[in-house]
């Protein structure tokens, strides 16, 4: 059976193959990569250089690390990631990283999504990263209001929060939690 340039591209993208083409284009650039990787209970930030050896990875920054700094509200929700993204930026700018290139991988581009809110950390940290306005999350979703007006009107909170009420955080103060959070990491 012969096969077409579209079906193999299908079988590359199921087995998890590199599309060089695009792999190529960004190398070319001479700019590092900004790589956001999500699981299903983190979220990760790396900056990679290209070598000829291999690839680098100058530094790593995990949604667990804001743990570190005090952050109770989860890992896994939109704020974190932005505050995983405004976290990495910072670190990017203490190694002298101005400009990069997004590389989300294999995950799908979802318009205001969690890669996307690192991203906007990123950007809002000082790190210059080609990309489109329309598919950052409004401010409102980034420091967690969506998530307080949901806790208000859900009848079934203590199952619904239960992750949050475990670590004493009061869900209904979602933005003012993240604002005392986004100032601690800029304070830094």
């Given at each position: 059976?012969?096969?077409?340039?579209?079906?193999?591209?299908?079988?590359?993208?199921?087995?998890?193959?590199?599309?060089?083409?695009?792999?190529l284009?960004?190398?070319?650039?001479?700019?590092?990569?900004?790589?956001?990787?999500?699981?299903?209970?983190?979220?990760?930030?790396?900056?990679?250089?290209?070598?000829?050896?291999?690839?680098?990875?100058?530094?790593?920054?995990?949604?667990?690390?804001?743990?570190?700094?005090?952050?109770?509200?989860g890992?896994?929700?939109?704020?974190?990631?932005?505050?995983?993204?405004?976290?990495?930026?910072?670190?990017?700018?203490?190694?002298?990283?101005?400009?990069?290139?997004?590389?989300?991988?294999?995950?799908?581009?979802?318009?205001?999504?969690?890669?996307?809110?690192?991203?906007?950390g990123?950007?809002?940290?000082?790190?210059?990263?080609?990309?489109?306005?329309?598919?950052?999350?409004?401010?409102?979703?980034?420091?967690?209001?969506?998530?307080?007006?949901?806790?208000?009107?859900?009848?079934?909170?203590?199952?619904?929060?239960?992750?949050?009420?475990?670590?004493?955080?009061q869900?209904?103060?979602?933005?003012?939690?993240?604002?005392?959070?986004?100032?601690?990491?800029?304070?830094?």
């Amino acid at each position: 059976m012969i096969m077409s340039a579209r079906i193999k591209t299908v079988m590359l993208r199921r087995k998890d193959k590199t599309n060089y083409r695009k792999r190529l284009r960004t190398l070319m650039s001479g700019k590092p990569r900004i790589v956001i990787r999500k699981t299903d209970k983190h979220l990760y930030v790396q900056a990679v250089k290209y070598s000829s050896a291999g690839d680098k990875v100058l530094f790593t920054i995990s949604s667990k690390s804001l743990e570190k700094l005090g952050w109770k509200a989860g890992e896994k929700n939109l704020p974190s990631a932005y505050l995983t993204g405004l976290l990495a930026g910072k670190k990017a700018k203490e190694l002298h990283i101005k400009e990069a290139i997004l590389d989300i991988g294999l995950h799908p581009a979802i318009k205001g999504g969690k890669v996307f809110a690192a991203l906007k950390g990123l950007i809002d940290a000082g790190l210059t990263v080609p990309h489109s306005a329309e598919v950052l999350p409004s401010d409102d979703r980034v420091s967690g209001k969506h998530i307080a007006e949901y806790a208000q009107k859900t009848k079934d909170r203590k199952v619904q929060f239960a992750a949050y009420a475990k670590n004493n955080v009061q869900v209904e103060n979602m933005p003012k939690i993240f604002e005392e959070m986004k100032n601690k990491i800029t304070g830094m």
